[in-house]
């Protein structure tokens, strides 16, 4: 039996390890250290970052202004039935509000003379700050009709 044959003491290994690695490592580090000409070699893969920032300005400039011109235009119209817009009495066609169980209602009145109607003159449809992310008819009306100045 050699002393190899011996298990050796776990806490006696890393100090001599240590001991005979430690030159190495300052070889090593050394000699990492005086290769600067390979590292030039390196920003070929520099190459890579640029087409990440490529993506990075095609993201902002291409989305924003898509979704903001198909914002408007791609709202879903607000359903009559819906709990947010019977709560409010929204009637998609104002001619048909019936005057009785909508004593505020006045004819002529429409979401495209409202104060809050937010579309163009002219359109047929335009969002409605109370029904966000949706569309009001231009010839509905609700009771929150407020004569547009
Ligand atoms: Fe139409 Fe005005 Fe009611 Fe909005 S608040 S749904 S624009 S009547």
Redesign the pocket.
């Known amino acids: 039996m050699t002393t190899t044959d011996r298990p050796i003491a776990l806490h006696h290994l890393p100090r001599r390890r240590f001991a005979v690695l430690l030159p190495l490592g300052g070889i090593a580090l050394l000699a990492a250290c005086s290769k600067p000409p390979e590292p030039a070699a390196t920003p070929a893969p520099a190459p890579t970052p640029t087409p990440a920032p490529a993506p990075a300005a095609e993201m902002p400039a291409a989305t924003a202004p898509a979704q903001a011109s198909a914002g408007t235009a791609g709202l879903p119209m607000v359903d009559p039935a819906d709990p947010s817009a019977k709560a409010?009495a929204?009637t998609a066609d104002a001619s048909q509000v019936v005057a009785a169980s909508q004593p505020k209602y006045q004819p002529g009145q429409a979401?495209g003379n409202?104060a809050?109607?937010a579309g163009q003159p002219g359109d047929a449809a335009g969002p409605?700050p109370?029904?966000p992310g949706r569309q009001?008819s231009a010839q509905?009306?609700?009771n929150?009709?407020?004569k547009k100045a």
């Open positions: 409010l929204y979401c409202c809050l109607y409605c109370l029904y009001v509905a009306w609700c929150a009709y407020a």
